[in-house]
C-alpha cells in the first residue's frame, strides 16, 4: 500500500517541487520544530497557492496568517504542557510543523515525512530515518485530511484534524485513526435546514465549495430540507481558482433566480472571487446562510462584502478566550520565523510594516502585532484556535494515560522509557481521553472520533462604529429572531386562505402559483396545497341526525318499559299465553335493533361500516325468528288437539329455543363470511357532486349483502304465511292478526326502502336506511306488544284463566277449546 502511495506521490509532486525552492526549505523538513521526548506532528495551510515553475516575486503565493497563527497556538499549547507538572512530568513535548501549501500531494509528501522520517524528497524513495511521531494535527480542509489519513492508516497513528468537518470521515471503517475537535457536517447540515425551516424559507439557491468539504455538506443540507418539505432550485459548486467566466455564470444564475436565500457550504476563501463578482454587478437582495466554514471570517468582514452579505445568518464554532494565548501570539516576532524571504515578505505585507531597521510606514515590524488592531491576531475571535489547542491537550492526555501504565511518573528518569510508549496503544487511549480545559470545557470524542456539536448562531450587523460585528442570537419557539438583522427584501409567499398551490409544469414542488378555490370548495388553512370540498355525512348534531337519535333512544326505551311490564307480570295468564320465553327474547333483539341504528349516524370509519350492516341483519333475523317460533307454537298447538297427534312432543320450549338460534346462526355465518372475505369500509364518494364529497361506508361485498336482506326476507315471508294461515285462531291468545299487521308494516318499509336507498343521494341515503330500521321496529313492537299491554294494564279484568273458558268461539267447539287451551298454557310454562 505505501509502495502504491509512493508511486502516486512521485507523480503530483514532482509539479509542486519548486514551491520548495520558493520558500527557501527543503519539502521534507519542517518550517517549525523543536526536539522533545515525544513529538507531535502539524501540517498547516501556511500559503493559499502554489507558485509558477519560474516564481516572480511580484506575486507571491497568498500567505495565510490565521493557519500561521493556528500553527503557533500548537505550539503554545506544547510549551503550556511542558511547563505544566500536572501533565507528562519529567517528559518534555516537542513539535514538527509542515506547510502543505494548500495542495493535496505535499500534504501527503508532508504526512510521510513525519511517520517515516524522510531527509531526502520523496522522488528517491528514501525512508531512512525512523520517526518518533506519535499524533498527527492537521489539515485544514477535508480532501486533503481524507488523503492523508488514507495513506497513513496503516502507521496507526492518530490524526486529529482542527477544521476538516467533512462527514464522510466519521465513518470509522474507513478512517479508524481520525478524530477532530470540530464538530462535524452532519449535524451542521440538520441544523442549517432546521434554521431555514424556522423561517418559512421554502425556495432555496444553495452554493458549495468544490471539495469534499462542500459537496459533501451541500449533499447532506439538501437531503435534510427536502425531508422537511423544503426546495432546492438551483446547486452549484465553486472554487477559489475558478476561471473568471465561471464566476459570471453562477452570478448570472443567481440573478435570474426567483429563491432569493441562499444557503453556502464553503469556506472564505472559496466566496471571495464571487462576493466581489456580486458587489460589483450590485446583486445585494439576497438572504445569505452559511456555514462556519465562512460565517464568522473577518477577512469577508468588509464594508464592501457587507453590502452583498448584509443580515447573513449562520452556524459558527462556539468561541472561546484561552488564557495566555493572545499575549504569546502578539510576541511573535520575524525573527522566530525561519529564514524564509517569502515569510517575511508575508509579514509585511499582513502588518503593512517594514523590516528594515528604520523603521517605514511608520511602524516596526517587530512591534506590528501589539501596534496594529489586526483581524488575525484578536484570537478570541479565532474560533479554530481553540480546536487546535483541544487537539494538543488531547494527546498529551492520551500520552500522560498511556505513560502511567508503563512507568511511575514521579520521577525524573522516566523519560529514559519513553520507548515503552512503542508496545502501548496511542490509539486506544485517544479513543477514551476525557478531560476538563483551564477555562472549563469538556473534551471527549464519540464512538465516530468526533466531539460534541456546539455551535453559535451567528447574524452580520453594521455597529454605531460602522464596522461590521458577528452578533451572536438566540431564535425564540416563534418564527422570530428579536436580535437578528435580516435583509428586509425577503419576501415570504404563501398562499391565502381561499386559495391553493398549484405547482408549475416541469419546476419543483416549491415553485407554484396561488389559484382561487372553485365554487364548493374551500382552504381555512394558509399554505395548502389543495381546496378541501365541502364534507358530507349525516352527523349527530344536525337537526336530521338529532331527529333520529331521539327516536332510536325513544324506541329503546319502549321496549325496555314493555318488557319491564312483561316481567313484573310474567305470572298472568296473558303473558303466558303469549309463550313468555320468546316474548322476552324478542324484547330484547328488539332493543338491539333501536340502538343499531345510532352506528349509522357519525363519520363513517371502518369498526361502524363493518358494524352497522352486521348488527342490523343479525338482529332483525333473531326479531322474525321469534316471531315465527310464536306463530308456530299456536299452530302446532291447534294440530295437536285432533285425535292421535302427537306433533306438540317435536315443538316443546327446547325445540323452540333451537330453531330461533339456528336461524339466526345462519345469518351470523353470512355475516362472518362478509366480513372475512370483502367487509364494509369508508369511502370518499365524489361521484355524484362536483363541489362535495360524500363519506359513506362502500359495502364491500354486494352479494353477500344481498344475502343478508334477502335472507330477512325470505324470514319475513315465511312469518307472514304462517300468521295468515293461524288468523282464524281464538283471539285471547292468537297473534295471528297482529303478527300479520307487523309483517305488513315491515315487508312494506323494506320493499319502499329498497328504491328510496338508491335514489337518495348523500347523508340522505343514510337517514331512509335508519328510518326503516327504525318504522321497522316500531311496527313489530307496538303490533305485537300494544294489544297485551292495554289488557295488563287497562283490562286486568280479562287478563284471567277464566275469561278465556267463557269466550263465543263461532267455528270451535268448546271440548276443542279446552284441548286447545290446554295444549297452549302446557307449552307456554
Not at 201 to 223: K, V
Not at 478 to 494: E, K, M, Q
Not at 563 to 589: C, D, G, I
Not at 618 to 642: D, E, N, P
Request: include cysteine.
Amino acid at each position: 500500500m505505501i509502495a502504491v502511495t509512493l508511486v502516486l506521490l512521485a507523480v503530483f509532486v514532482k509539479a509542486e517541487d519548486t514551491i520548495c525552492k520558493m520558500l527557501q526549505t527543503q519539502p521534507d523538513e519542517p518550517l517549525f520544530a523543536k526536539d522533545g521526548d515525544i513529538i507531535i506532528g502539524g501540517i498547516f495551510s501556511f500559503h493559499n497557492s502554489i507558485a509558477d515553475e519560474k516564481p516572480m516575486f511580484k506575486e507571491m503565493p497568498g500567505f495565510n496568517i490565521k493557519e500561521f497563527l493556528f500553527a503557533k497556538t500548537m505550539a503554545f499549547a506544547a510549551e503550556e504542557i511542558n511547563n505544566n507538572s500536572n501533565i507528562l512530568p519529567g517528559i518534555s513535548m516537542g513539535y514538527k510543523i509542515y506547510d502543505d501549501c494548500s495542495s493535496v500531494p505535499l500534504a501527503m509528501k508532508a504526512a510521510l515525512a513525519l511517520v517515516n522520517g524522510l531527509e531526502k524528497s520523496v522522488t528517491n524513495f528514501s525512508c531512512t530515518k525512523p520517526s518518533n511521531i506519535y499524533a498527527i494535527i492537521g489539515m485544514s480542509d477535508s480532501t486533503p485530511t481524507i488523503a492523508v489519513t488514507t495513506s497513513i492508516r496503516s502507521y496507526h497513528i492518530p490524526v486529529i484534524s482542527y477544521y476538516s468537518t467533512c462527514a464522510c470521515l466519521s465513518k470509522k471503517l474507513d478512517f479508524p485513526t481520525f478524530f477532530r475537535t470540530i464538530p462535524s457536517d452532519y449535524h451542521q447540515s440538520k441544523a442549517l435546514a432546521q434554521l431555514v425551516k424556522h423561517f418559512g424559507w421554502t425556495w432555496l439557491g444553495a452554493l458549495s465549495s468544490d471539495n469534499d468539504y462542500g459537496n459533501a455538506g451541500i449533499a447532506a443540507f439538501i437531503e435534510a430540507v427536502q425531508k422537511e418539505g423544503l426546495c432546492v432550485e438551483y446547486a452549484h459548486s465553486i472554487y477559489r481558482n475558478s476561471p473568471r467566466e465561471k464566476v459570471l455564470t453562477l452570478v448570472d444564475i443567481m440573478k435570474r433566480a426567483s429563491s432569493k436565500v441562499i444557503v453556502v457550504f464553503a469556506t472564505f476563501s472559496d466566496l471571495e472571487d464571487l462576493i466581489k463578482e456580486l458587489f460589483l454587478q450590485n446583486v445585494t437582495s439576497l438572504q445569505w446562510i452559511g456555514s462556519e466554514g465562512w460565517i464568522s471570517s473577518e477577512y469577508l468582514a468588509t464594508k464592501e462584502n457587507y453590502s452583498v452579505l448584509k443580515g447573513a445568518l449562520g452556524l459558527a464554532i462556539s468561541n472561546v478566550i484561552i488564557p495566555s494565548l493572545p499575549d504569546y501570539l502578539n510576541d511573535i516576532r520575524p525573527s522566530e520565523i525561519p529564514k524564509s524571504i517569502d515569510l517575511n515578505m508575508s509579514w509585511v505585507s499582513a502588518f503593512n510594516c517594514s523590516l528594515e531597521t528604520e523603521v517605514l510606514r511608520n511602524i516596526s515590524c517587530i512591534e506590528a502585532p501589539r501596534q496594529i488592531s489586526n483581524q488575525y491576531t484578536d484570537v478570541p475571535e479565532v474560533r479554530i484556535a481553540n480546536n487546535v489547542y483541544k487537539a494538543v491537550y488531547a494527546i498529551a492526555h492520551s500520552l500522560h494515560s498511556l505513560f502511567e501504565c508503563q512507568c511511575n511518573l514521579t520521577n525524573d528518569t522516566c523519560s529514559d522509557k519513553i520507548h515503552f510508549f512503542i508496545l502501548c496503544k496511542v490509539l486506544e487511549k485517544l479513543k477514551k481521553v476525557n478531560y476538563t480545559t483551564s477555562y472549563g470545557e469538556n473534551v471527549y470524542f464519540d464512538e465516530n472520533g468526533d466531539p460534541v456539536a456546539k455551535y453559535d448562531l451567528i447574524n452580520w450587523q453594521m455597529s454605531e462604529k460602522g464596522t461590521i460585528k458577528f452578533v451572536n442570537v438566540v431564535i425564540s419557539n416563534a418564527l422570530t429572531c428579536p436580535y437578528c438583522f435580516l435583509n428586509a427584501v425577503i419576501v415570504f409567499i404563501s398562499c391565502q386562505p381561499g386559495t391553493r398551490k398549484a405547482v408549475r409544469k416541469g419546476k419543483p414542488i416549491c415553485c407554484f402559483d396561488c389559484l382561487i378555490c372553485g365554487e364548493g370548495e374551500i382552504s381555512n388553512t394558509t399554505g395548502t396545497d389543495y381546496c378541501d370540498f365541502d364534507i358530507e355525512f349525516l352527523t349527530f348534531g344536525e337537526i336530521m341526525g338529532i331527529l333520529l337519535v331521539i327516536l332510536s333512544i325513544l324506541g329503546t326505551m319502549v321496549t325496555l318499559t314493555v318488557a319491564t311490564v312483561f316481567f313484573k307480570y310474567r305470572q298472568t295468564p296473558v303473558v303466558k299465553a303469549n309463550n313468555s320465553e320468546l316474548s322476552f327474547l324478542l324484547l330484547f333483539s328488539l332493543t338491539f335493533c333501536f340502538l343499531c341504528s345510532l352506528t349509522f349516524i357519525g363519520e363513517p370509519s371502518d369498526w361502524s361500516c363493518m358494524l352497522r350492516h352486521t348488527a342490523f341483519g343479525i338482529t332483525f333475523v333473531l326479531c322474525i325468528s321469534c316471531i315465527l317460533g310464536k306463530t308456530l307454537v299456536v299452530l302446532m298447538a291447534f294440530r295437536a288437539t285432533l285425535p292421535g297427534n302427537n306433533i306438540m312432543k317435536l315443538f316443546g320450549p327446547r325445540q323452540q329455543r333451537f330453531s330461533v338460534f339456528s336461524l339466526t346462526a345462519i345469518q351470523i355465518l353470512i355475516c362472518a363470511l362478509w366480513l372475512m372475505l370483502s367487509p364494509p369500509f369508508p369511502i370518499k364518494n365524489m361521484q355524484h357532486y362536483n363541489d362535495k364529497i360524500i363519506l359513506e361506508c362502500d359495502l364491500g361485498s354486494a352479494v353477500t349483502f344481498y344475502s343478508v336482506l334477502g335472507y330477512i326476507g325470505l324470514l319475513s315471508i315465511m312469518c307472514f304465511i304462517l300468521a295468515f294461515l293461524a288468523r282464524k285462531l281464538p283471539d285471547n291468545f292468537n297473534e295471528a292478526k297482529f303478527i300479520t299487521f307487523s309483517m305488513l308494516i315491515f315487508c312494506s318499509v323494506w320493499l319502499a326502502f329498497i328504491p328510496a336507498y338508491i335514489s337518495s343521494p348523500g347523508k340522505y341515503t343514510v337517514a331512509v336506511e335508519i328510518f326503516a330500521i327504525l318504522a321497522s321496529s316500531f311496527g313489530l313492537l307496538f303490533c305485537i306488544f300494544a294489544p297485551k299491554c292495554y289488557i295488563i294494564l287497562l283490562k286486568p279484568e280479562k287478563n284471567t284463566k277464566k275469561r278465556f273458558k267463557h269466550l263465543s268461539l263461532f267455528s270451535l267447539s268448546k271440548r276443542r277449546l279446552r284441548g286447545v287451551v290446554t295444549e297452549v298454557f302446557k307449552i307456554m310454562n
